[in-house]
């Protein structure tokens, strides 16, 4: 079960349990008290371990509710399927631009294979599934499943967002296959009628039907150009917040481009990288400037002024005497 909902039924019970023990005293029964008092303790110690415990591997809850859905009893099998299958792509073309960089347009998604999630739960209420990684091995550390995972599940937190702010952070992290799989997602929503809970490890959040349309029209709104450059200059890299600054030359004149690293960049100024992307000790970017890869994404929305974000695919070679 996911942890989130497992330390919700926990905490359920314990209020539960201390609604008990204030309705009568230990000395009006005595059985009972040390009964619902040995009850509480054994909620609590088992709350404190699930907390405690490290969430590795990737886990979803999504409920649905809405038209699609009767009751308790069931839901559309025709919208279940397709919002799966929709849900699953979204998380393989994560998983897949943050392991291999940019996508092609059309054609299989690299990484397919092992970004696959299993529904190991239905639930009942508002029907819901839960969705976990394949796999029963235990991880020291978040697997790269579990990190895409979770940054699907904040795209659809802030995709359908009140504050137009939060849409324009979400729109940044988008790509051009990403948003066609939402586009398609939002809409399959908005047609059944249909509204979203989605539960991950700390986050809990609902769209409703207004959140829905609202996503359906934003990513309707939205078209993404992306390409890839290599660009010389002086290069400034902060690893813990995955981001970086490039002083270079941009039609003639000096800018300053920002923008994140790629997962191959991370694993590269961190001595994990391969042929293509050679391990780079990170105190010498500095010294002199580089050749890098960029992804640059152009977001153009409607009735606003095209902007682009860029990513830091590669890094290639330095670059000594070049003055950039």
Known sequence: ?????????????????????????????????????????????????????????????????????????????????????????????????????????????????????????????????????????????????KEAVDEVADILSRVGADDEAVFEEAASELDERLLVTLRQFFQRLDDFGAT??????????????????????????????????????????????KRFDLITMVDGQQAVLKGTLSSSVFRQIHGQGDEEHPPVDPRAITRTPWVVELKTRELRERNRAPRQVHTLQRLVRPEPGNDQ
């Open 1 to 145: 079960m996911l942890r989130k909902l497992e330390v919700d039924a926990l905490k359920a019970d314990l209020s539960a349990v201390d609604a008990l023990l204030t309705s009568f005293t230990e000395e009006e029964d005595p059985i009972g008290w040390y009964q619902f008092s040995a009850r509480k303790e054994e909620i609590k110690h088992a709350l404190d371990q699930i907390v405690s415990r490290p969430v590795t591997h990737a886990e979803l809850g999504v409920f649905f509710g809405g038209r699609p859905v009767q009751g308790s009893r069931g839901i559309n099998a025709d919208f279940a399927g397709k919002a799966l299958e929709d849900l699953q792509a979204l998380i393989s073309k994560r998983y897949s631009g943050r392991e291999f960089g940019r996508l092609a347009q059309r054609g299989p998604v690299p990484g397919g294979d092992t970004s696959q999630m299993l529904v190991t739960n239905i639930v009942r209420g508002s029907v819901g599934f839960v969705l976990e990684e394949s796999g029963n091995d235990a991880q020291l550390v978040e697997t790269p499943l």
């Open 196 to 241: 979203m809970r989605v539960v991950d490890g700390t986050r809990d959040f609902l769209l409703d039907r207004h959140a829905v349309s609202r996503a359906r029209e934003r990513t309707q709104a939205i078209e993404i150009v992306e390409r890839d450059v290599e660009m010389t200059g002086t290069l400034f890299v902060l690893p813990e917040s």
